[in-house]
């Protein structure tokens, strides 16, 4: 496969990562691995889709279209009247979707765990992975993702390196101190291996006292972390330093 064959098939990989694992792009991602051309062309196309996805996710229709689809809707309820029991069905089917969406609503406030104490005189990255599973929230779409973690106030990892691209995300988690710090796990698959990228909040990054840009093991971990644009973030797997350290 030439590059340009590679180019036809990732054009139509998604922006939320969800496609990695898809047999129909992995001889395309695999040539991406190999050429540094290829893979910055294919960084820049995943970023400027999913930046037009944000986009349209912020458009909203005119309330007036909204109103019109509603009214609509009313009509043909009124205009449509059958006798007996079939005219009542509706509402039988109004009270089985209210009593389900109910007790969705109370299987998820009870299931909602409470976020993930840490120790600060005992902290460390590895700690924190190793408490990484299960993880609060699970999905393989990096957006939606990204929006669990916002809507809980935890910090959100930076535009990651190119290389990010060819992994699936699994989930995340998120951890707090006793005054209300938040570090944020970011898990993704990797060559079946598991990264973790961990973001730190102003109050959290504190406790971090490894030199940047610099590879460091604890058991069976290597870790690395970096600063961009004034935040923080640690990355850790049990993959070879060597595979990752070439394109970080």
């Known amino acids: 496969m030439n590059n340009l064959s590679a180019k036809e098939i990732l054009s139509a990989y998604r922006s939320d990562g969800s496609d990695a694992r898809d047999k129909n792009f992995e001889k395309a991602l695999e040539q991406c691995r190999h050429d540094p051309e290829l893979r910055a062309w294919f960084a820049e196309q995943v970023n400027f889709d999913a930046s037009v996805a944000c986009r349209l996710r912020q458009v909203c229709g005119p309330e ?3 109103q019109a689809i509603l ?9 449509v009247e059958k ?3 079939r005219r ?9 979707a209210a009593m389900l969406l109910l007790m969705l609503s109370l299987f998820n406030s009870l299931s909602t765990k409470p976020v993930e104490r840490f120790n600060p005189d005992d902290f460390s990255v590895a700690n924190l992975v190793s408490q990484a599973m299960p993880l609060d929230y699970r999905s393989k779409n990096r957006a939606e993702l990204v929006r669990w973690l916002e809507e809980r106030g935890a910090p959100v990892p930076p535009e990651l390196p190119d290389i990010f691209q060819l992994a699936t995300a699994e989930g995340c988690r998120i951890f707090a101190d006793s005054k209300g710090g938040r570090v944020s796990l970011f898990c993704f698959e990797m060559d079946g291996e598991l990264v973790h990228v961990l973001t730190f909040d102003e109050r959290t990054r504190q406790y971090f006292n490894r030199p940047q840009g610099e ?24 993959l070879p330093s060597e595979m990752l350290g070439k394109y970080l």
Not at 71 to 79: H, I, K, P, Q, S
Not at 88 to 96: C, E, K, Q, T, Y
Not at 226 to 238: G, M, W, Y
């Open 215 to 238: 590879w460091w093991s604890e058991g069976d971990l290597n870790m690395i972390a970096f600063e961009e644009d004034q935040d923080l973030f640690a990355i850790a797997t049990r």
């Open 88 to 96: 009542a069905f509706p509402f039988w089917l109004i009270g089985i």
């Open 83 to 85: 006798p007996g029991w």
């Open 71 to 79: 009214t609509f809707a009313n009509l043909e309820n009124m205009v």
């Open 64 to 66: 007036e279209g909204k």
